[in-house]
């Protein structure tokens, strides 16, 4: 999916809590976010929590954290918390998975 120039990307921190580690959340998070042509990137948390930072359109961010808080099938997400992150924010390449913070 390709975002349309025109449209100014938003930036999402997001942190998704439950059975999320150990089920390849992460992969799946990656394979997902470039079907969508989302940027940014993933990793756990020493919480066993998972965090991304998502960058792309308003659409494309809709999608992307339905999909993690419904569509990973092996994940029990128990609650997601979403920050808007305002710009100017540095623009992302690629979306990546991040080492555990």
Known sequence: ???DDDT???TRLVRVYGRVQGVGYRHACVQQALALGITGWVRNRMDDSVEAML???PRQLALM???MRDDM???LVERMDTTELPPPFP???RFEQRPTA
Request: glycine fraction near 6%; include cysteine; aromatic fraction near 12%.
């Open 1 to 3: 999916m390709d975002s």
């Open 8 to 10: 100014p990307l938003n």
């Open 55 to 57: 960058q792309g359109t």
């Open 65 to 67: 954290c339905t999909w």
């Open 73 to 75: 099938p092996a994940a």
């Open 91 to 93: 623009k992302f390449d």
